[in-house]
């Protein structure tokens, strides 16, 4: 099955730098990858998705680059802001398969100002 | 977006208890959910797949007859954890594809059980 690992665990940044976190998949027929942010004890977010037939997604602060060769995505987001401050979660999937997706371990984003 | 609405969103029992959870899809009807697991500081990690009006599909690993799942309507999914031990405390979130197949999932707001 899918296995998707995501690095680093934590990263701290200065408020207004940059932040990427980075993951890889193992399934060459995943072609859904999408972030998602959770708060402490809240549901986990969307905050951008890409498709396999796409390299590069931008909504505001936020992008997502696909290499499918490489099989790695990464999460970019610019001049951050405290309230970035979450857990990011990316995830891989096959929309053939019932959109079942797989999580990886997860990113502790620190915002610090 | 879609609406995934969870219930209760918190929940405490004693040990050899069972607790039942509610997934409802509020504005679309969901013929797939899917029942996701999370410990704390932990990722979110799937524990079966709910299918309307036919048996659900466990991952490997999940024992299905302590973790009943009923997808019964095209709006309701429900998780039934049988005989709840102390080690099965943790945030259980159902998840639920939009009428649009395009690819998106949305979350119920999650369950917190807690067994003593």
């Known amino acids: 099955g899918e296995n998707v690992e995501q690095h680093p665990s934590t990263l701290s940044v200065q408020e207004g730098d940059s932040a990427v976190i980075k993951c890889t998949y193992s399934?060459?027929?995943?072609?859904?990858f999408p972030w998602y942010k959770q708060e402490l004890g809240k549901r986990p977010q969307l905050i951008i998705d890409i498709r396999s037939n796409v390299g590069e997604k931008k909504d505001q602060r936020i992008a997502v680059t696909l290499n499918k060769t490489a099989k790695h995505f990464s999460l970019h987001i610019t001049e951050t802001q405290p309230e970035d401050s979450a857990v990011y979660f990316c995830a891989a999937s096959m929309r053939e398969y019932g959109n079942k997706l797989v999580f990886g371990a997860g990113t502790i984003l620190r915002v610090k100002s | 977006g879609a609406v995934v609405s969870q219930h209760p969103s918190r929940v405490i029992c004693k040990s050899g208890t069972s607790v039942k959870i509610e997934c409802r899809s509020l504005d679309f009807q969901a013929t797939t959910m899917f029942w996701y697991r999370q410990f704390p500081k932990q990722s979110l990690m799937l524990m079966a797949t709910?299918?309307?009006?036919?048996?659900?599909?466990?991952e490997q690993g999940v024992e299905k007859d302590k973790f009943l799942i009923n997808h019964a309507s095209l709006t309701l999914s429900t998780l039934t954890v049988t005989s709840a031990h102390p080690e099965d405390s943790s945030f259980y979130i159902c998840?639920?594809?939009?009428?649009?197949?395009?690819?998106?999932?949305?979350f119920g707001e999650g369950s917190r059980l807690t067994v003593l």
């Open positions: 998840s639920a594809r939009g009428t649009v197949n395009t690819g998106e999932l949305f």
């Open positions: 709910s299918n309307e009006g036919s048996k659900a599909t466990y």
């Open positions: 399934d060459s027929a995943s072609n859904y």
